[in-house]
Each structure stands twice: as structure tokens, then as C-alpha cells.
């Protein structure tokens, strides 16, 4: 375990080392790309520090990073879909993979989407949305708007803030972000339940006024009267069988 901590360590070191690098940008692309899949250093640690050398450039390098991140998400989708599990399992612990399929299963494509934007492993969702052969346009669009959102709100942290933002960004933004899924899903819910409840009301209402009108706007037939005979009329005379 310390040698991997120790591992981990020299590749953050590593990959924000980069930021001073002439073929940064390409850099920034490959770590995003690669991290989609299997690398383990988010490329958020290289975005920040090339957003601090040049706040100028800071949502150039977000896009890069948006696009390297969605291709690779593409590639970890291509190794789920054609490696199947023996290949899912040997690069992820079982229980991961597991636990994506019940989530995936659970909420569908919000899955990839939710896992995108928090510090929710995005890399084992992409190659679970494979395993799964889930439709592919829909996770490209659910990888494109979450890891966009997330990259662009650290450059955007970054462009007005400054190293003021740093910090911020990288003790606190994993959280902020699950506050804000965390909102979002209870919108939906509160949203989704209100709407049962109007239904329900509805219902209870159309139940209470004897049934409902018929659509040409004419008064619904009277309720039949003792012993399977019509209701007399209103003037009290009882209409025949057949007129």
C-alpha cells in the first residue's frame, strides 16, 4: 500500500511538473485522455497549474482537456464493449465494477453523467457503460456535458480568482460538487413527487364527480336504477328499454 501512495505521489508530482513544459497542451491532452480509462492522476492537477501560468489561456486548456477526456472516455467505453469482464476485472477490483453495473442499472445514463462531474471514479463507468453495451451516442453526450461542466468551472475558478482559487479548487471542489448533484437530484425528485401528487389529486377529483365527461361536452348517462332499469328522468317519467 505505501509503495503505491508512493507511486501515486511521484505521478501527481509528475504531471503537474508538466505545466512548464513547451508541449504542455499536448500534455494536458494526454493525461485527460489517458485518465478516462486507467491513468490514476485527474488531469484537473495540470489544468490548474497551466490555468496559474496563463489565466489567459485558461478556457483553451479546459476545452482541450474536455475533448481529450470525452475520447478517452470512448476508449474505456471500446475496452468494456470488447474486453468484456475478464479485461473490466483485471483492471478494476470486481466490487467496483459491481457496484457501477448496480448504479448504471439504477439510474441509467445519469450514472455517467453524475461520475463525470464528482469525484466519483469516471474511469470505471466508462468501461462498465461498454461491458454493459449501453447506447453510445448517450454516453458520448453524458460524458461531453459532465466533464465539460467540470473543467471548465475549475478554468472559469481560476481565470477570476487567480491562486486565490487553488486551494479552493483542490480541497474543496470534489464537495461543492457533490452538493451540487446532490441538489440537482433533489430538484428532480421534488419535481417528479409534486407531480405524482397532482396526478393523484386529479384522480381522487374525477373519482368523487361521478365519472368523467365525455369529450363531445354532452352530461354523462345516468346511473342505472333498480333492477338493471334507467334512472327515471327528470320529470319522472321512466325511459323504455330500446327508445
Given at each position: 500500500?505505501?509503495?503505491?501512495r508512493?507511486?501515486?505521489t511521484?505521478?501527481?508530482?509528475?504531471t503537474?511538473?508538466?505545466?512548464?513544459m513547451?508541449?504542455?497542451?499536448?500534455?494536458?491532452f494526454?493525461?485527460a485522455f489517458?485518465?478516462?480509462?486507467?491513468?490514476?492522476?485527474?488531469p484537473?492537477?495540470?489544468?490548474?497549474?497551466m490555468?496559474l501560468?496563463?489565466?489567459?489561456?485558461a478556457f483553451?486548456?479546459?476545452?482541450?482537456?474536455?475533448?481529450g477526456?470525452?475520447?478517452?472516455?470512448?476508449l474505456?467505453?471500446?475496452?468494456?464493449?470488447?474486453?468484456?469482464?475478464?479485461?473490466a476485472?483485471?483492471?478494476?477490483?470486481p466490487?467496483?465494477?459491481?457496484?457501477?453495473?448496480q448504479l448504471?442499472?439504477k439510474?441509467?445514463i445519469?450514472?455517467?453523467?453524475v461520475?463525470?462531474?464528482?469525484?466519483?471514479?469516471y474511469k470505471?463507468?466508462?468501461?462498465t457503460?461498454?461491458?454493459l453495451?449501453?447506447?453510445?451516442?448517450r454516453?458520448?453526450?453524458?460524458?461531453?456535458a459532465?466533464?465539460?461542466?467540470?473543467?471548465?468551472l475549475?478554468?472559469?475558478?481560476?481565470?477570476?480568482f487567480?491562486?486565490?482559487?487553488?486551494?479552493?479548487?483542490?480541497?474543496?471542489?470534489?464537495?461543492?460538487?457533490?452538493?451540487l448533484?446532490?441538489?440537482?437530484?433533489?430538484?428532480?425528485?421534488?419535481?417528479?413527487?409534486l407531480?405524482?401528487?397532482?396526478?393523484?389529486?386529479?384522480?381522487a377529483?374525477?373519482?368523487?364527480?361521478?365519472?368523467?365527461?365525455?369529450?363531445?361536452?354532452?352530461?354523462?348517462?345516468p346511473?342505472?336504477?333498480?333492477?338493471?332499469g334507467?334512472a327515471?328522468a327528470?320529470?319522472?317519467?321512466r325511459?323504455?328499454?330500446?327508445?
Open positions: 500500500m505505501d509503495s503505491f508512493a507511486a501515486v511521484w505521478l501527481y508530482t509528475w503537474k511538473s508538466l505545466a512548464a513547451p508541449w504542455a497542451p499536448w500534455g494536458l494526454a493525461i489517458a485518465e478516462s480509462s486507467f491513468f490514476p492522476v485527474p484537473d492537477v495540470l489544468l490548474i497549474a490555468a501560468a496563463q489565466p489567459k489561456l483553451w486548456y479546459a476545452l482541450i482537456c474536455s475533448v477526456s470525452v475520447l478517452g472516455g470512448c474505456g467505453y471500446a475496452i468494456g464493449y470488447y474486453g468484456g469482464r475478464p479485461l476485472v483485471r483492471l478494476f477490483k466490487h467496483r465494477i459491481a457496484s457501477a453495473e448504471y442499472a439510474y441509467d445519469w450514472a455517467v453523467a461520475a463525470g462531474f464528482t469525484p466519483v471514479p470505471v463507468f466508462t468501461i457503460t461498454g461491458l453495451r449501453a447506447g453510445f451516442w454516453f458520448v453526450a453524458a460524458s461531453a459532465s466533464r465539460s461542466a467540470r473543467f471548465f475549475v478554468s472559469t475558478l481560476i481565470y477570476f487567480g491562486a486565490q482559487a487553488q486551494e479552493l479548487i483542490e480541497k474543496r471542489l470534489d464537495v461543492a460538487a457533490l452538493v448533484v446532490a441538489l440537482g437530484v433533489g430538484g428532480f425528485v421534488a419535481v417528479k413527487y407531480g405524482r401528487r397532482r396526478s393523484a389529486a386529479g384522480s377529483e374525477v373519482g368523487a364527480g361521478g365519472g368523467a365527461v365525455p369529450e363531445d361536452g354532452s352530461p354523462p348517462a346511473p342505472a336504477g333498480p333492477g338493471g334507467s327515471p327528470p320529470d319522472g317519467s325511459r323504455a328499454h330500446g327508445s
